[in-house]
């Protein structure tokens, strides 16, 4: 029997009863998917799987998407770090944002772990959005916001790795999201912006921008609407990337290895694009007068 055992008020839960390594019929499907709207991110753990099994464990959930970032045509992502300072990880974010649409949901598991240190954290966005000022809420449900994927990839070449810029630039041209996107299974609002993705503000001055960013961004800061998850080798966390942002803690020296697949929700529940207020998207944005206005 699969339960559920909340890690704080707000946000992530412990789930016990079920092996990963083994199919699941459809009503254990629905019972996480069920588990994983209400709790936002979940943890599986003592889970030795294999790569293959992780696969297959997180296509019952939706397609493979590949990160655009990741040419090794794998559905498994392994992030092998043991500098972790500045890799892109260690700002709250949510994955993968400047895609049109950007994955529903990330399953990671924990293959290699440091001594100490090197733990996860996870924000509520349902929560960031409810905690600002009506007036604000109101603002921010007709905003939209331009997501790109320069400033992440050009962390990770600083960092050393070898990536083409110029190539995954026109591959992937900046694309605009709802600065509030209204989930698709549960109808809530979630703040819709982090700071590793979006570059500003549709149809406000830069001077706007500059003032009005960092009021968004920084609503994820607050510790009420987060959990922070101490890994061990053989945790699965899944969460639903919609309404959630995450931040990878960046206080290790030894090697950390995890591996992690993404996955699209089905078509027939959400297309992936996403919605906000009114079911806007990107293309309803105010683009001419975008240009026009961020002096
Ligand atoms: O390393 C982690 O704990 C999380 C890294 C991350 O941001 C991700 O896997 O999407
Ligand atoms: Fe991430």
Redo the contacts with the bound molecule.
């Keep these: 029997m699969i339960e559920f055992h909340p890690m704080t008020r707000n946000i992530g839960a412990e789930v016990t009863g079920v092996e990963l390594r083994e199919p699941l019929d459809a009503e254990q499907i629905q019972r996480i998917r069920d588990g994983l709207l209400e709790h936002l991110v979940l943890f599986f753990r003592d889970q030795e799987i294999t790569d293959e099994q992780h696969v297959v464990f997180a296509k019952q959930f939706g397609t493979a998407n590949l990160p655009p970032m990741d040419t090794s045509g794998s559905p498994v992502h392994v ?1 092998d770090q043991t500098d972790p300072k500045g890799e892109g ?1 260690d700002q709250w ?1 949510s ?1 993968n944002t400047f895609m049109t649409r950007p994955p529903m949901g ?1 399953l ?1 598991r924990a293959v290699l772990l440091p001594g100490v240190g090197g733990d ?1 954290l996870w924000a509520n966005m349902y929560l960031a959005y409810d905690s600002l000022a009506p007036w604000l809420q109101r603002l921010a449900d007709e905003l939209y916001a331009e997501h790109d994927l320069t400033m992440s990839v050009t962390k990770a070449i600083d960092k050393g790795h070898r990536i083409d810029l110029r190539e995954l630039q026109e591959k992937n041209p900046p694309v605009v999201h709802p600065v509030v996107r209204v989930h698709p299974e549960t109808g809530r609002k979630a703040l819709y912006v982090n700071r590793s993705s979006v570059t500003r503000l549709i149809g406000l001055s830069r001077r706007e921008n500059e003032a009005l960013l960092p009021l968004l961004f920084d609503a994820v800061r607050d510790p009420q609407f987060q959990v922070r998850l101490k890994w061990r080798v053989g945790t699965l966390a899944f969460w639903d990337n919609r309404p959630t942002q ?1 931040y ?1 803690v960046a206080d290790y020296t030894q090697r950390r290895k ?1 591996h ?1 697949v993404t996955v699209n929700c089905p078509d027939a529940v959400d297309d992936g694009v996403p919605k906000g207020v009114d079911g806007v998207t990107g293309h309803d944005a105010p683009a001419e007068a975008a240009a026009a206005r961020y002096l």
Aim: zero cysteines; charged letters at 20%; aromatic letters at 0%.
């Design positions: 992030l990880g974010h994955d990330s990671l996860t995450h990878a995890m992690r």
